[in-house]
Protein backbone atom coordinates (compact mmCIF):
# COMPACT_ATOMS: atom_id res chain seq x y z
CA UNK A 1 0.00 0.00 0.00
CA UNK A 2 2.87 2.53 1.23
CA UNK A 3 4.47 1.61 -2.46
CA UNK A 4 1.43 2.32 -4.14
CA UNK A 5 0.85 5.62 -2.79
CA UNK A 6 4.43 6.77 -3.07
CA UNK A 7 4.38 5.72 -7.01
CA UNK A 8 0.79 7.91 -7.41
CA UNK A 9 2.37 10.77 -6.08
CA UNK A 10 6.19 10.67 -7.83
CA UNK A 11 3.70 10.95 -11.32
CA UNK A 12 1.65 13.71 -10.23
CA UNK A 13 4.59 15.90 -9.80
CA UNK A 14 6.23 14.82 -13.23
CA UNK A 15 2.83 15.78 -14.77
CA UNK A 16 3.24 19.06 -12.99
CA UNK A 17 6.73 19.67 -13.38
CA UNK A 18 6.19 18.92 -17.20
CA UNK A 19 2.95 21.27 -17.53
CA UNK A 20 4.76 24.33 -15.77
CA UNK A 21 8.26 23.65 -18.28
CA UNK A 22 5.46 23.78 -21.28
CA UNK A 23 4.13 26.96 -20.04
CA UNK A 24 7.56 28.67 -19.69
CA UNK A 25 8.60 27.40 -22.77
CA UNK A 26 5.16 28.95 -24.46
CA UNK A 27 5.46 32.49 -23.08
CA UNK A 28 9.12 32.23 -23.61
CA UNK A 29 8.36 31.93 -27.78
CA UNK A 30 5.46 34.12 -27.40
CA UNK A 31 8.08 36.93 -25.85
CA UNK A 32 10.29 36.27 -29.05
CA UNK A 33 7.44 36.30 -31.50
CA UNK A 34 6.06 39.55 -29.92
CA UNK A 35 9.54 41.14 -29.93
CA UNK A 36 9.67 40.50 -33.92
CA UNK A 37 6.47 42.16 -34.51
CA UNK A 38 7.53 45.17 -32.69
CA UNK A 39 10.98 45.70 -34.76
CA UNK A 40 7.95 46.04 -37.45
CA UNK A 41 6.68 49.96 -37.20
CA UNK A 42 3.66 50.34 -39.12
CA UNK A 43 2.98 53.79 -38.60
CA UNK A 44 6.68 54.93 -40.19
CA UNK A 45 7.13 52.00 -42.88
CA UNK A 46 8.56 54.38 -46.35
CA UNK A 47 7.11 52.52 -49.69
CA UNK A 48 9.66 52.89 -52.75
CA UNK A 49 8.01 55.45 -55.32
CA UNK A 50 7.87 53.37 -57.69
CA UNK A 51 4.80 51.53 -55.90
CA UNK A 52 1.75 52.20 -58.42
CA UNK A 53 -1.15 50.79 -55.73
CA UNK A 54 -3.29 53.52 -54.54
CA UNK A 55 -2.95 55.41 -51.24
CA UNK A 56 -3.48 58.04 -48.92
CA UNK A 57 -1.15 60.29 -47.37
CA UNK A 58 -2.52 61.32 -44.06
CA UNK A 59 -0.97 64.57 -42.72
CA UNK A 60 -1.79 66.93 -40.46
CA UNK A 61 0.55 69.28 -41.37
CA UNK A 62 0.68 71.25 -44.71
CA UNK A 63 2.58 68.82 -47.65
CA UNK A 64 3.54 66.05 -45.41
CA UNK A 65 2.95 62.74 -46.00
CA UNK A 66 2.23 60.25 -43.37
CA UNK A 67 0.85 56.71 -43.21
CA UNK A 68 -2.21 55.66 -41.28
CA UNK A 69 -2.24 53.23 -38.87
CA UNK A 70 -3.98 50.65 -40.21
CA UNK A 71 -0.92 48.15 -41.22
CA UNK A 72 -2.90 46.33 -44.37
CA UNK A 73 -5.19 46.86 -46.70
CA UNK A 74 -6.91 44.07 -48.53
CA UNK A 75 -4.20 41.64 -46.67
CA UNK A 76 -1.31 42.08 -48.67
CA UNK A 77 0.38 46.06 -48.79
CA UNK A 78 -0.50 48.97 -46.07
CA UNK A 79 -2.69 51.46 -46.95
CA UNK A 80 -2.25 54.95 -46.42
CA UNK A 81 -4.57 57.91 -46.53
CA UNK A 82 -3.69 61.23 -48.84
CA UNK A 83 -4.60 64.56 -47.40
CA UNK A 84 -3.13 67.30 -49.60
CA UNK A 85 -4.17 70.61 -47.49
CA UNK A 86 -3.10 72.41 -51.20
CA UNK A 87 -5.57 70.63 -53.56
CA UNK A 88 -8.74 72.72 -54.45
CA UNK A 89 -11.75 72.72 -51.30
CA UNK A 90 -13.24 69.08 -51.41
CA UNK A 91 -10.23 67.03 -53.09
CA UNK A 92 -7.62 67.35 -50.52
CA UNK A 93 -8.13 63.23 -50.36
CA UNK A 94 -6.58 62.90 -53.73
CA UNK A 95 -3.23 62.97 -55.44
CA UNK A 96 -2.20 66.48 -56.97
CA UNK A 97 -1.65 64.88 -60.25
CA UNK A 98 -5.11 63.74 -60.54
CA UNK A 99 -6.72 67.01 -60.11
CA UNK A 100 -8.47 68.99 -62.16
CA UNK A 101 -9.61 71.78 -61.39
CA UNK A 102 -10.48 73.71 -64.56
CA UNK A 103 -12.49 72.96 -67.56
CA UNK A 104 -13.60 74.78 -70.36
CA UNK A 105 -16.21 74.37 -73.12
CA UNK A 106 -14.08 72.65 -76.20
CA UNK A 107 -16.70 70.28 -78.28
CA UNK A 108 -15.23 66.64 -77.72
CA UNK A 109 -15.62 64.02 -80.01
CA UNK A 110 -16.96 60.53 -79.02
CA UNK A 111 -14.66 58.26 -80.29
CA UNK A 112 -10.91 58.34 -81.35
CA UNK A 113 -7.74 59.39 -79.44
CA UNK A 114 -8.60 62.12 -76.46
CA UNK A 115 -5.34 64.10 -77.48
CA UNK A 116 -6.70 64.32 -81.67
CA UNK A 117 -9.99 65.75 -80.73
CA UNK A 118 -9.07 69.84 -81.39
CA UNK A 119 -7.70 70.98 -84.52
CA UNK A 120 -7.82 74.44 -82.77
CA UNK A 121 -8.25 75.37 -79.17
CA UNK A 122 -10.73 78.55 -79.47
CA UNK A 123 -8.60 81.89 -77.43
CA UNK A 124 -11.63 83.80 -76.33
CA UNK A 125 -15.28 83.19 -75.85
CA UNK A 126 -18.19 85.29 -76.79
CA UNK A 127 -21.54 85.08 -75.06
CA UNK A 128 -24.42 86.62 -76.18
CA UNK A 129 -27.79 86.27 -74.73
CA UNK A 130 -30.39 86.04 -76.91
CA UNK A 131 -34.18 85.77 -78.70
CA UNK A 132 -34.73 84.32 -81.96
CA UNK A 133 -36.34 87.52 -82.38
CA UNK A 134 -33.00 89.12 -82.93
CA UNK A 135 -31.67 85.78 -85.45
CA UNK A 136 -30.57 87.68 -88.30
CA UNK A 137 -28.64 90.49 -86.28
CA UNK A 138 -26.58 87.60 -83.87
CA UNK A 139 -25.50 86.21 -87.51
CA UNK A 140 -24.17 89.23 -88.70
CA UNK A 141 -22.84 90.02 -84.51
CA UNK A 142 -20.83 86.23 -84.98
CA UNK A 143 -19.23 86.52 -88.57
CA UNK A 144 -17.25 89.26 -87.06
CA UNK A 145 -15.67 86.25 -84.83
CA UNK A 146 -12.99 84.50 -86.29
CA UNK A 147 -12.12 80.65 -85.28
CA UNK A 148 -10.67 82.26 -81.76
CA UNK A 149 -13.95 82.75 -80.59
CA UNK A 150 -15.91 80.09 -79.13
CA UNK A 151 -19.62 81.37 -79.56
CA UNK A 152 -21.84 80.58 -76.69
CA UNK A 153 -25.54 81.70 -76.89
CA UNK A 154 -28.06 81.82 -73.40
CA UNK A 155 -31.68 81.76 -74.96
CA UNK A 156 -34.05 83.65 -72.71
CA UNK A 157 -36.83 82.73 -74.84
CA UNK A 158 -36.39 78.55 -74.46
CA UNK A 159 -35.82 78.30 -78.82
CA UNK A 160 -32.70 76.76 -79.76
CA UNK A 161 -33.54 74.38 -82.85
CA UNK A 162 -34.42 77.20 -85.11
CA UNK A 163 -30.79 78.50 -84.65
CA UNK A 164 -29.42 75.51 -86.52
CA UNK A 165 -30.00 76.93 -89.67
CA UNK A 166 -26.42 78.70 -89.47
CA UNK A 167 -23.27 76.63 -90.10
CA UNK A 168 -21.33 78.29 -86.96
CA UNK A 169 -24.77 77.35 -84.46
CA UNK A 170 -24.00 73.77 -85.16
CA UNK A 171 -20.69 74.45 -82.73
CA UNK A 172 -21.37 76.78 -80.54
CA UNK A 173 -22.68 76.18 -76.94
CA UNK A 174 -26.50 76.51 -76.65
CA UNK A 175 -28.03 77.15 -73.13
CA UNK A 176 -31.79 77.43 -72.88
CA UNK A 177 -33.03 78.80 -69.71
CA UNK A 178 -36.49 80.75 -70.02
CA UNK A 179 -36.93 84.68 -69.04
CA UNK A 180 -33.17 84.86 -67.82
CA UNK A 181 -30.57 87.72 -67.98
CA UNK A 182 -27.37 87.57 -68.88
CA UNK A 183 -25.78 88.24 -65.19
CA UNK A 184 -28.04 84.94 -64.13
CA UNK A 185 -26.62 82.87 -67.24
CA UNK A 186 -22.87 84.20 -66.60
CA UNK A 187 -23.07 83.70 -62.56
CA UNK A 188 -24.24 80.19 -63.02
CA UNK A 189 -22.58 79.16 -65.92
CA UNK A 190 -19.34 81.48 -66.06
CA UNK A 191 -17.53 80.34 -63.19
CA UNK A 192 -13.67 81.06 -63.25
CA UNK A 193 -12.54 77.81 -63.02
CA UNK A 194 -14.69 76.66 -65.88
CA UNK A 195 -13.74 79.24 -68.14
CA UNK A 196 -10.13 79.25 -67.55
CA UNK A 197 -9.18 77.96 -71.04
CA UNK A 198 -10.07 81.71 -72.31
CA UNK A 199 -7.86 84.46 -72.28
CA UNK A 200 -10.83 86.83 -72.91
CA UNK A 201 -14.96 86.57 -71.79
CA UNK A 202 -17.05 89.04 -73.96
CA UNK A 203 -20.36 88.85 -72.28
CA UNK A 204 -22.72 90.61 -75.06
CA UNK A 205 -26.31 91.98 -75.30
CA UNK A 206 -28.12 91.40 -78.00
CA UNK A 207 -28.56 94.43 -79.79
CA UNK A 208 -25.59 95.54 -81.27
CA UNK A 209 -24.62 96.66 -84.71
CA UNK A 210 -21.11 95.56 -85.50
CA UNK A 211 -20.60 96.92 -88.77
CA UNK A 212 -17.61 98.76 -88.15
CA UNK A 213 -15.94 95.84 -85.14
CA UNK A 214 -13.84 93.48 -85.84
CA UNK A 215 -13.06 90.61 -83.28
CA UNK A 216 -9.23 89.94 -84.00
CA UNK A 217 -8.36 93.62 -84.59
CA UNK A 218 -10.69 94.61 -81.22
CA UNK A 219 -8.56 91.86 -79.21
CA UNK A 220 -5.08 93.46 -80.97
CA UNK A 221 -6.28 96.56 -79.47
CA UNK A 222 -7.20 95.29 -75.62
CA UNK A 223 -3.37 93.95 -75.81
CA UNK A 224 -1.41 96.44 -77.57
CA UNK A 225 -2.82 99.13 -74.88
CA UNK A 226 -3.42 96.67 -71.89
CA UNK A 227 -6.72 96.39 -70.78
CA UNK A 228 -8.43 93.72 -68.50
CA UNK A 229 -11.62 95.35 -68.60
CA UNK A 230 -13.16 97.28 -71.74
CA UNK A 231 -15.90 97.56 -74.16
CA UNK A 232 -15.79 99.19 -77.76
CA UNK A 233 -16.58 102.73 -78.43
CA UNK A 234 -20.88 103.53 -78.80
CA UNK A 235 -21.47 105.22 -81.72
CA UNK A 236 -22.23 109.08 -80.14
CA UNK A 237 -25.74 109.55 -81.85
CA UNK A 238 -26.85 106.80 -80.46
CA UNK A 239 -29.03 106.79 -76.84
CA UNK A 240 -25.89 107.83 -75.09
CA UNK A 241 -25.67 107.72 -71.15
CA UNK A 242 -22.04 108.31 -70.56
CA UNK A 243 -19.21 110.38 -72.30
CA UNK A 244 -16.88 107.66 -71.13
CA UNK A 245 -18.14 104.85 -73.85
CA UNK A 246 -18.96 107.46 -76.61
CA UNK A 247 -16.26 106.73 -79.00
CA UNK A 248 -13.66 109.28 -80.14
CA UNK A 249 -12.87 108.84 -84.05
CA UNK A 250 -9.69 110.24 -83.26
CA UNK A 251 -8.06 107.57 -81.03
CA UNK A 252 -7.75 103.78 -81.06
CA UNK A 253 -8.82 104.10 -77.37
CA UNK A 254 -9.17 106.04 -74.31
CA UNK A 255 -9.24 105.66 -70.69
CA UNK A 256 -10.51 108.94 -69.16
CA UNK A 257 -12.97 111.11 -70.32
CA UNK A 258 -14.93 114.60 -68.79
CA UNK A 259 -18.46 114.53 -67.59
CA UNK A 260 -21.07 116.61 -66.07
CA UNK A 261 -20.01 119.41 -63.42
CA UNK A 262 -20.07 117.34 -60.02
CA UNK A 263 -20.58 113.93 -61.54
CA UNK A 264 -16.80 112.89 -60.80
CA UNK A 265 -15.59 113.37 -57.48
CA UNK A 266 -12.21 112.23 -58.53
CA UNK A 267 -10.87 111.90 -62.17
CA UNK A 268 -9.53 108.62 -61.88
CA UNK A 269 -13.23 107.26 -61.09
CA UNK A 270 -16.17 106.58 -62.81
CA UNK A 271 -17.60 107.53 -64.89
CA UNK A 272 -15.09 109.96 -65.78
CA UNK A 273 -12.64 106.73 -65.76
CA UNK A 274 -12.34 103.39 -64.56
CA UNK A 275 -15.70 102.80 -66.18
CA UNK A 276 -17.46 100.61 -69.32
CA UNK A 277 -21.27 99.99 -69.43
CA UNK A 278 -22.94 96.40 -68.62
CA UNK A 279 -24.20 96.13 -72.34
CA UNK A 280 -20.52 95.07 -74.36
CA UNK A 281 -18.14 94.56 -71.43
CA UNK A 282 -14.77 92.91 -72.57
CA UNK A 283 -12.90 90.87 -69.64
CA UNK A 284 -9.69 89.49 -69.50
CA UNK A 285 -9.68 85.87 -67.15
CA UNK A 286 -7.91 87.61 -64.27
CA UNK A 287 -10.27 90.08 -64.29
CA UNK A 288 -13.55 87.53 -64.86
CA UNK A 289 -12.23 85.90 -61.59
CA UNK A 290 -12.82 88.99 -59.32
CA UNK A 291 -15.75 90.31 -61.15
CA UNK A 292 -18.21 86.99 -61.03
CA UNK A 293 -17.32 86.27 -57.34
CA UNK A 294 -19.08 90.27 -56.98
CA UNK A 295 -21.92 89.20 -59.31
CA UNK A 296 -24.65 88.44 -56.67
CA UNK A 297 -26.89 85.69 -57.31
CA UNK A 298 -30.31 87.61 -56.69
CA UNK A 299 -30.00 90.93 -58.71
CA UNK A 300 -29.97 89.61 -62.39
CA UNK A 301 -29.91 92.70 -63.84
CA UNK A 302 -26.57 93.65 -63.17
CA UNK A 303 -27.12 97.43 -62.49
CA UNK A 304 -24.52 99.00 -60.49
CA UNK A 305 -22.16 97.02 -61.19
CA UNK A 306 -20.53 99.14 -64.39
CA UNK A 307 -19.74 101.54 -61.48
CA UNK A 308 -17.66 98.52 -59.47
CA UNK A 309 -16.33 97.18 -61.35
CA UNK A 310 -12.98 98.61 -60.88
CA UNK A 311 -12.22 97.32 -57.87
CA UNK A 312 -11.14 94.34 -60.06
CA UNK A 313 -7.92 95.65 -61.62
CA UNK A 314 -5.25 97.74 -59.96
CA UNK A 315 -4.94 100.70 -61.13
CA UNK A 316 -7.98 100.69 -62.85
CA UNK A 317 -7.62 104.16 -64.56
CA UNK A 318 -5.16 102.59 -66.80
CA UNK A 319 -6.44 98.67 -67.26
CA UNK A 320 -9.94 99.75 -68.01
CA UNK A 321 -10.83 101.36 -71.15
CA UNK A 322 -12.85 101.78 -74.46
CA UNK A 323 -11.56 100.71 -78.02
CA UNK A 324 -12.73 103.90 -80.32
CA UNK A 325 -11.39 102.36 -83.74
CA UNK A 326 -13.35 99.04 -83.00
CA UNK A 327 -16.92 100.64 -82.32
CA UNK A 328 -20.51 99.17 -82.19
CA UNK A 329 -24.01 100.70 -82.49
CA UNK A 330 -26.43 100.27 -79.75
CA UNK A 331 -29.53 99.52 -80.81
CA UNK A 332 -31.69 99.95 -77.42
CA UNK A 333 -34.08 97.09 -78.60
CA UNK A 334 -36.07 96.28 -75.25
CA UNK A 335 -36.46 93.12 -75.70
CA UNK A 336 -36.05 91.99 -71.97
CA UNK A 337 -38.93 93.87 -71.30
CA UNK A 338 -41.42 91.71 -73.39
CA UNK A 339 -40.14 89.05 -70.83
CA UNK A 340 -41.56 90.55 -68.06
CA UNK A 341 -45.53 90.07 -66.61
CA UNK A 342 -47.94 92.72 -66.25
CA UNK A 343 -48.80 93.38 -62.84
CA UNK A 344 -51.03 96.16 -61.60
CA UNK A 345 -52.07 97.51 -64.69
CA UNK A 346 -48.96 98.13 -66.04
CA UNK A 347 -47.12 97.19 -68.53
CA UNK A 348 -44.57 94.00 -68.43
CA UNK A 349 -41.62 96.28 -69.32
CA UNK A 350 -42.38 98.61 -66.59
CA UNK A 351 -42.02 95.59 -64.38
CA UNK A 352 -38.35 95.02 -65.84
CA UNK A 353 -37.60 98.55 -65.29
CA UNK A 354 -38.53 99.37 -61.61
CA UNK A 355 -36.93 95.92 -60.83
CA UNK A 356 -33.29 97.54 -62.24
CA UNK A 357 -34.13 100.36 -60.54
CA UNK A 358 -34.21 98.43 -57.22
CA UNK A 359 -31.63 96.42 -57.82
CA UNK A 360 -28.81 99.17 -58.37
CA UNK A 361 -30.17 100.87 -54.65
CA UNK A 362 -29.65 97.29 -53.20
CA UNK A 363 -26.16 96.53 -55.05
CA UNK A 364 -25.04 100.03 -53.62
CA UNK A 365 -25.90 99.45 -49.70
CA UNK A 366 -24.49 95.58 -49.98
CA UNK A 367 -21.47 97.01 -51.45
CA UNK A 368 -21.18 100.16 -48.79
CA UNK A 369 -22.34 97.54 -46.00
CA UNK A 370 -19.48 94.78 -47.37
CA UNK A 371 -17.09 98.03 -47.09
CA UNK A 372 -17.48 99.13 -43.40
CA UNK A 373 -18.34 95.48 -42.23
CA UNK A 374 -14.24 94.80 -43.42
CA UNK A 375 -12.93 97.56 -42.14
CA UNK A 376 -14.41 97.55 -38.86
CA UNK A 377 -12.80 93.94 -38.72
CA UNK A 378 -9.54 95.12 -39.65
CA UNK A 379 -9.74 98.25 -37.39
CA UNK A 380 -10.15 95.64 -34.27
CA UNK A 381 -7.54 93.42 -34.99
Request: with cysteine.
Amino acid sequence: MGTSHRSGFLKKTNDGGRLIITTFIGVLIGYFVGRSFQSVSFSKIHLPTSISTSFDIAGKEENINQISESPFSNGSSPRVIIYVSTNPRGAELLPPGIVVSESDFFLRRLWGEPSEDLKKKPKYLLTITVGLNQKKNIDRMVKKFSEDFQIMLFHYDGQTSQWDEFEWSKSAIHVSIRRQTKWWYAKRFLHPDVVAAYEYIFIWDEDLGVEHFNGDKYMELVKKHGLDISQPGLEPNNGLTWQMTKRRGDQEVHKVTEEKPGWCSDPHLPPCAAFVEIMAPVFSREAWRCVWHMIQNDLVHGWGLDFALRRCVEPAHEKIGVVDSQWIIHQVIPSLGSQGQAENGKAPWEGVRARCKNEWSLFQNRLANADKAYLEEIGNR
